[in-house]
Structures are given as structure tokens and as C-alpha cells.
């Protein structure tokens, strides 16, 4: 159903363009080896959409945002590091990069959120070992892993954040 | 309909606007980011899956990183100017952006910010864009240039090429918007949904602390405004293609999108600068015909009238 909607919604989007006069004179104006590429990339955008698996029609990939219908609460996860000595400092994991901080911790709430959390031990003991964080100049011997839950609600405010001790990743 | 009146001009300066983003985009990038990931959690999408697996870990060394980076520098500066072999050079150039935009994905997952430029950079490869606006040097100099290429008899081209530029551009709206209502249905907009989205991405830890996205709990108009908004820019997405059919309805869409960039910048952390600053280039006519002053203008106008309509 989800398939028949996309394609009269794309169809009717693109015909009403596409066969206005000034478009299709210039269409017509143009070498048939170039008309057919246009056209191509024209229909590779919705068809990569329609697909949906970006990994296999990259770069032609799938839009998908704001879509997903949300539970109440939302969670995220927070980190901290704990060294030799037994001090536990905040790890803010995003500072660990330039540009790509908040889609490394995105990426690690996806890995923290599947089935195991093998993947994000192993990323989480990747970056650890990399981290400049720890100023007492004592290696980091454990990751703990927080859930932070805020309820979204008329009046909620950080403060209202509960954070519990989801696990701890022993490195 | 937009674009109809385009130019080689018209083409040259998307041309120019579009490789200076990405030139600015790429100076900004720090390459280290990437080799700061292990390379197990690298998995190729798309046309990348053709590369052999034993080429990432050389892939993401520093040293073929900064090499990529300098090389498509090197590209990139004669593409704004218009100089050197424009189609081997363009191709070449969409060719290692789709690469390089496929590092960062494939470790970290599909993000949409650089598509839709991608998308439009991929239309002036298949374009003779670097028939005007193009730097000649200085006069009298050996370096300078040669005369403008622009063809009245390839006309058909620039406005195309513009025409279908726009249309790939919007449709990445479309498709967003079409999704948001086949995956979710319209009960996504009476849910709250949008207010999840806006807590999440201001609470969880980024750069920004704190973001302005959480002042949806506390402040009760902002809650109804954003709740509000939400669908009037789902339709605006779903009818981003027809801007280049009606200009007031272009410029309603211009608003409503610019606004709503504006707000996800600053209450979910998410920018989408590439779409913002393409906006003046493909939903404006630059340089149309008739109001060209320089020669190919007077050639054009031999074929329309002094007015700019098209004669015959």
C-alpha cells in the first residue's frame, strides 16, 4: 500500500513538472545520450527512496526523517570513564572529534539499543583507549554506561532527567 | 516556469556556487575524525561495495585521507573558476565526492545533508557548465582564457540542465515528505512525535549542551507552534517540485523552508547548510535572457526580442 501511494505521489509530482512545455521543448533540444541521463537521475532519486536500502542504491539513498513514531519518554545514553585509581570522570564522546561528535554518539545509541552490544563494547573500547579525557593521567580501565530518561511531558524540565547505571564495560 | 529563460551565464553561476560550497564544505572537514574509527565499523554502501575489501584499512590511513582531500581540492578550485577540461574535470570531481560522502556513511550510517548538492553536482557533470562565468585571467596575459564558449544553439542545454537541477533538488524535499506519511501516517502529527524528536536531539550529549529544543517542555506556545508547524511543512515538502512552476508559490515554499532549517539548526542541532545556501541559485533566475549585457545577450537577442520574449 505504502508502495502504491509513493508512486502516485512521485508519478503525479514529476508528470506535473515534466511535461510542462518549457521543460519538455528543452528535453527535446538536447543530445538523446544526455535527455536519457536527466532523466535517469530524475527517477534515481524517488526509485533509491522507494528501494529503501541505502546500502545497496548509495548514493541514490532512502529519506526517511522524522518517522518514526516515539514512546513517550525519550532515552539517551551518557558515558563516563573510570581510571586505575578508581576516580570516574564524565566522557563526553562527541568532543573526541571535530565534525562527526554527535553522529558517533548516534551511532553509538543504535549499537547500545541492538540485539548485542557487542559492536558498541567494541567501538566504546576503540575510542576509550584513544581518549585524551583522562586528566589524572591514569589510564582508563572501565566505560560506565548511563541511561538517561526524560519524560516529555507539559512542564518536564532536565532536571527531571533519571539516570541509572545501565552497564559497565570493563576494559 | 523557472528557468526557462537560462543562459549559459545562468548555468556558469550555479556552476561556480556549487563547487564553492563544496570547496568550503572540504576545508572545514577534518579528515582525522574519520581515522580516529576503527575500520571494522566501515561497511560499504552502494558503488562502494565494488571496492576490495582490502583496500579500507589503506583507505582510512591518514595519508590517503589528506591525499584525497588535497586532490579533490585540486579539482574543486578549477571547477569554481570554469577553467581546464570542465567534463573530465566535473566527473572526476562527482565521482570522489560520492566516494568520499560514502566514508563517512558507511561507518556512521546514512545522514541526507550532502545528497541533495550531490545530486545537483551530478547534473552539471552531465552539463556544459563551464561555458560562461568563467575566470579568463588577466587580459593581455598568456593566462588569459578563451572566449566564452556560451552557444545560443545549445540553449536548450543550460535550461535543462537548470530545469532538472531544481527538480532533483526538490524532490529530496518530496521524498522526505511522501516517506514521513507512508511510513507513519497522519497520526505522526497529533502524537507528539515531533516534540520527542526535538527533546532527544537537544538532550543527548553533542557539541551544544542544553539545546534550545528542550524549551518545548517548559514553554507551552512553542509546544503548540512546533505541533503546528509540523504538517504545514510536511505539505511543503511533499509540493517542493511545483516551485518551479509558479513564482509566488516558490517564494511561500522559500519562507516556510528557510524557517524550518533555521529551527531544526537551533533546536535539534541539525543544519542542512548545503540545501540553505543552494536555495538563491537554483529557485532564482540568474542572468536570464535579455537582461544580459555582455555579448552572448546581443547574440540571444537576434534570436528574441528586445524585450527577452522569445521571437518565432
Known amino acids: 500500500m505504502a508502495l502504491v501511494f509513493d508512486v502516485l505521489a512521485y508519478g503525479t509530482l514529476l508528470l506535473l513538472v515534466l511535461t510542462r512545455r518549457p521543460l519538455r521543448a528543452a528535453l527535446a533540444g538536447l543530445e538523446s545520450w544526455r535527455r536519457v541521463a536527466l532523466l535517469a537521475l530524475v527517477l534515481a532519486v524517488p526509485v533509491g527512496q522507494m528501494i529503501h536500502k541505502s546500502e545497496w542504491t548509495y548514493p541514490f539513498v532512502a529519506w526517511a526523517m522524522y518517522t518514526d513514531r516515539r514512546p513517550a519518554n525519550v532515552t539517551w545514553y551518557e558515558y563516563s570513564l573510570v581510571t586505575s585509581d578508581g576516580v570516574e570522570q564524565p566522557w563526553p564522546v ?26 558498541a563494547d567494541r567501538l566504546l573500547s576503540h575510542l576509550a583507549a584513544r581518549s585524551q579525557v583522562t586528566h589524572s593521567g591514569q589510564p582508563a580501565t572501565a566505560v560506565r554506561i548511563w541511561s538517561c530518561t526524560l519524560p516529555v511531558i507539559p512542564g518536564a524540565t532536565p532536571a527531571a532527567t533519571t539516570r541509572t547505571l545501565r552497564r559497565t564495560l570493563v576494559l | 516556469m523557472l528557468h526557462e529563460r537560462a543562459t549559459a551565464q545562468s548555468l556558469g553561476i550555479l556552476r561556480a556556487a556549487v563547487y564553492t560550497i563544496w570547496l568550503g564544505d572540504l ?90 548538492i550531490l545530486y545537483v553536482t551530478m547534473v552539471l557533470a552531465l552539463s556544459p557548465a563551464a561555458d560562461a562565468f568563467v575566470w579568463r585571467g588577466r587580459p593581455g596575459t598568456k593566462d588569459a582564457g578563451d572566449r566564452s ?5 545549445k540553449l536548450d542545454v543550460y535550461r535543462a540542465a537548470l530545469m532538472i537541477a531544481t527538480l532533483v533538488y526538490t524532490l529530496t524535499y518530496a521524498a522526505v515528505g511522501v516517506r514521513r506519511l507512508t511510513a507513519a501516517g497522519p497520526g505522526i502529527f497529533f502524537d507528539g512525535t515531533i516534540l520527542r524528536y526535538l527533546v532527544i536531539r537537544s538532550a543527548e550529549p553533542g557539541w551544544w549542551a542544553d539545546g534550545a529544543g528542550l524549551q518545548v517542555l517548559t514553554h507551552p506556545w512553542l509546544s503548540w507552534l512546533v505541533q503546528a508547524a509540523f504538517p504545514v511543512v510536511t505539505l511543503a515538502e511533499i509540493l517542493a517540485p511545483p516551485v ?14 528557510a524557517v524550518f532549517h533555521v529551527m531544526s539548526w537551533g533546536m535539534m542541532q541539525i543544519f542542512f547548510l548545503q540545501n540553505i545556501l543552494l536555495m538563491p541559485f537554483l529557485l532564482h533566475e540568474w542572468a536570464p535572457a535579455g537582461h544580459d549585457k555582455t555579448r552572448l545577450a546581443e547574440a540571444n537577442r537576434a534570436s528574441y526580442g528586445a524585450d527577452g520574449v522569445e521571437v518565432g
Open chain 1, 94 to 119: 562527541a568532543h573526541e572529534f571535530s565534525r562527526l561528535g554527535k553522529r558517533v554518539v548516534w551511532k553509538l545509541r543504535l549499537l547500545e539499543e541492538a540485539a548485542s552490544t557487542e559492536q
Open chain 2, 27 to 116: 576545508l572545514r572537514e577534518p579528515i582525522t575524525d574519520l581515522k580516529n574509527l576503527p575500520v571494522w565499523m566501515f561497511e560499504p554502501l552502494g558503488v562502494l561495495k565494488l571496492v576490495p575489501s582490502m583496500a579500507w584499512p589503506v583507505v582510512f590511513s591518514p595519508l590517503f585521507l589528506i591525499a584525497l582531500k588535497l586532490v579533490l581540492l585540486g579539482l574543486l578550485v578549477p571547477l569554481v573558476l570554469g577553467r581546464g577540461p570542465y567534463r573530465l574535470l566535473s566527473v572526476t570531481a562527482v565521482c570522489l565526492l560520492i566516494f568520499w560522502q560514502g566514508l563517512t556513511r558507511g561507518m556512521l550510517g546514512v545522514v541526507h545533508r550532502e545528497m541533495a
Open chain 2, 149 to 153: 564558449r556560451a552557444d545560443t544553439a
Open chain 2, 244 to 257: 518551479l512552476l509558479d513564482r509566488r508559490f516558490r517564494l511561500a515554499w522559500i519562507v516556510i523552508i
